[in-house]
């Protein structure tokens, strides 16, 4: 009789637990909650979404097939005191499955599901919100309102307005719920710790150029490079011709300006009415051309030492391109590539 106190305060805090969760039919039988024995047999897929209780999960695996009861998987949830740790995803379990035995999936990182989108690097930002709307299922419509917003993106300041450039390319996961504003705040931040390694704010200067400007030097040289390792080539060129106060003559920027990607740049092409047309103005374009990666955004603020005032990737294919100060060899190197596209 001295052992009553303690059973039933045991059991308030059972009944207490219980309503915290969702679940109120666990206390107040006589019986154990049904259960299954043993792991378990085939398999099922179930979605927790962020913010549902143990309850609601208890009885999403109850509707599945995978526990016998909602009690019997949240009398085991309590009592290990396992009520935080159950995380939103999608996880492969098995069929009338003891209720501590869904527990140890649930709770297992190898039973999770991940579903992931993988962004190319050099992209532009219309591109990429194509290639999230195909990996995620979420709407494209909502993805371009999103990006429309972008003061609801948290850019950094440098940005100026723009996420052009700064949804970073990367392979992400997507969690149940995600929205697309989500997402896109998911690549920004992404972005945020490529420049911190790469310590962007403090080396822009360095090149003479604002965050903003680095980053749109570093998406040329994402468009016109073959290879990382001509990336640090590039970025020279770029600023050589800076230097001079010339024209960068990128045919990447005609063609963000034309919204194509082509390697046949013609005469007429480069005469189109844009900013973006570094043929026709001197200096950078007002912003970036796409969405480069952490080799470009290095070789932008880590410039190799050199003269060259010219590059041309002469064989597209194997990604061979040459360098020049040299206006005659520079013109040698343009009549290779026209035999490659067949132009000449």
């Known amino acids: 009789m001295r052992r009553t106190p303690a059973v039933v305060a045991g059991a308030l805090a059972l009944v207490a637990a219980a309503v915290a969760y969702g679940v109120h039919e ?4 006589p019986d154990k909650a049904p259960d299954y024995s043993g792991g378990g047999s085939g398999t099922v897929t179930v979605e927790i979404t962020p913010g549902t209780s143990a309850g609601e999960i208890g009885k999403t695996l109850e509707s599945a097939g995978v526990v016998a009861s909602a009690q019997s998987f949240i009398e085991q949830v309590i009592t290990r005191s396992k009520e935080s740790s159950l995380r939103p995803g999608r996880y492969v379990l098995r069929r009338r499955m003891a ?13 999770k599901v991940v579903r992931k989108v993988t962004v190319p690097e050099g992209l532009r930002t219309r591109e990429v919100l194509r290639t999230l709307a195909d990996g995620t299922g979420i709407p494209l419509k909502d993805f371009t309102e999103a990006a429309a917003d972008p003061g609801r993106l948290r850019l950094p300041a440098y940005a100026e307005g723009t996420a052009e450039g700064f949804l970073f390319p990367a392979t992400y996961e997507i969690e149940p719920g995600m929205t697309a504003v989500d997402m896109l705040r998911k690549m920004v931040a992404r972005f945020r710790v490529a420049a911190r390694k790469v310590r962007l704010e403090e080396l822009a200067p360095r090149v003479r150029l604002t965050p903003k400007q680095a980053v749109t030097v570093a998406s040329i040289i994402q468009a016109e490079g073959g290879v990382p390792a001509d990336y640090p080539k ?24 034309l919204d194509r990607h082509t390697l046949k740049v013609s005469n007429e092409d480069t005469r189109v009415d844009s900013p973006y047309n570094t043929y026709a103005r001197p200096g950078l374009p007002p912003g970036p051309i796409g969405n480069p990666g952490e080799s470009a955004l290095v ?17 597209p294919r194997r990604k061979i391109t040459k360098f020049t100060d040299k206006e005659a060899e520079f013109r040698k190197y343009r009549e290779e590539l026209n035999r490659y596209l067949g132009t000449n």
């Open 26 to 29: 666990v206390v107040g039988q």
């Open 99 to 111: 209720a501590a035995d869904a527990l140890d999936l649930l709770l297992a990182p190898a039973s």
């Open 234 to 257: 590039i970025a020279r060129v770029v600023y050589n011709r800076l230097a001079r106060g010339a024209k960068l003559e990128m045919d990447s920027t005609v063609n963000y300006a």
């Open 299 to 315: 070789a932008a603020l880590h410039p190799a030492e050199g003269t060259w005032y010219w590059f041309v990737t002469t064989d």
